[in-house]
């Protein structure tokens, strides 16, 4: 039977050229979730990611990414990993097929034709299997990496902001597929900026600066961090705004199409700036995803100036 996590780590630390790249990080990643990473640029996302696979060593910490223990058995982690990432790394000049050809070839597949045919019906690259991989579209380039990273068959992928200039629709079908792979057991790291796509995952982590800042469910996190959020429509909504981003308790303001929005963590002071704009009517909303990531990076920033 196999273990119920495919990864888990403790206090796992990174620091490059004596400046911390990744402070204290303890994770928990179940078998066949997608696990999504956010946090601003720089924030210590793929640093975190490589070392829970065991493709970079800590400075200190400990953990086993798919029963192999990260520290001492990266060569047998890396036969198990597949690696999307942000920029297309294949090569321009081969065509769609002769790309897959040649990275089955470097993982020594047996019966690989089968298996690239298999893998560029399923994701659609069949239609483009003679075409130049650098005339392909952003979308398409994504699919192809995408393919290259299954050709091995293995247990776990790192999709680094996989759909990053990608449109909407070729965003969508991208994520249907990676849920679809959970169905065959395959668990999925998964680092964005995108919301939506972040709502997708099972669960969530939030690297600030180095720091774990949450982790959990999208409602787990909502619910950890506090956020309270009024609503209100109508006129002078941009003069309005400036005017309640100065006063006490008001974290956030936005003016989002024909209603603003605020957000704060302490309802006596937030009930106090309402009461001042009587031209308003304002009522509770949702708190959303993107508003608790504004304020967990605010939190980081503030402290970190102090």
């Known amino acids: 039977m196999q273990d ?3 990864i888990e780590v403790a206090h796992l630390s990174k620091s490059f050229h004596g400046k911390p790249a990744v402070t204290d990080v303890s994770l928990k990643v179940r078998r066949g979730d997608i696990f999504g990473f956010l946090g601003p640029n720089g924030s210590g996302k793929t640093t975190t990611i490589r070392m829970l696979c ?4 800590p400075d200190s910490g400990t953990g086993t990414c798919l029963g192999y223990n990260i520290l001492s058995d990266s060569r047998m982690i890396k036969r ?10 294949l090569y321009q000049d081969l065509t769609t097929k002769e790309n897959l050809d040649f990275i089955a070839r470097i993982y020594d597949e047996r019966d690989y034709v089968v298996r690239v045919n298999r893998l560029m019906a399923e994701l659609g690259l069949d239609v483009y299997q003679h075409i130049l991989a650098g005339r ?41 597929y990676i849920s679809y792979l ?41 619910q950890k961090v506090g956020l309270m959020t009024w609503a209100a429509s109508g006129q002078g909504l941009v003069k309005l705004a400036q005017a309640m981003r100065s006063l006490p308790g008001v974290l956030q303001v ?19 700036a309402m009461a001042r704009f009587k031209e308003v009517s304002w009522h509770p909303a949702k708190t959303s995803l993107e508003e608790v990531f504004i304020s967990l990076v605010s939190e980081r920033t503030a402290g970190s100036s102090v």
């Open 54 to 57: 065991g493709l970079m060593t």
């Open 136 to 176: 392909l579209s952003g979308g398409w380039k994504q699919r192809l990496s995408l393919a290259a990273a299954l050709i091995h068959d293995p247990q776990l992928l790192l999709l680094d902001e996989p759909t990053a200039g990608v449109d909407p629709k070729a965003r969508r079908e991208f994520w249907d």
């Open 4 to 6: 119920e996590y495919a």
């Open 254 to 272: 936005v003016v989002w199409g024909n209603e603003i929005r605020i957000c704060g963590l302490d309802a006596a002071l937030l009930k106090q």
């Open 182 to 222: 959970t169905t065959k057991g395959i668990t999925s790291l998964v680092s964005t900026h995108y919301m939506d796509e972040a709502e997708r995952c099972n669960q969530l982590a939030y690297i600030v600066y180095g720091e774990l800042m949450a982790e959990g469910t999208v409602d787990d996190i909502i």
């Open 80 to 89: 198990l990993v597949g690696y999307v990432p942000q920029a297309f790394s």
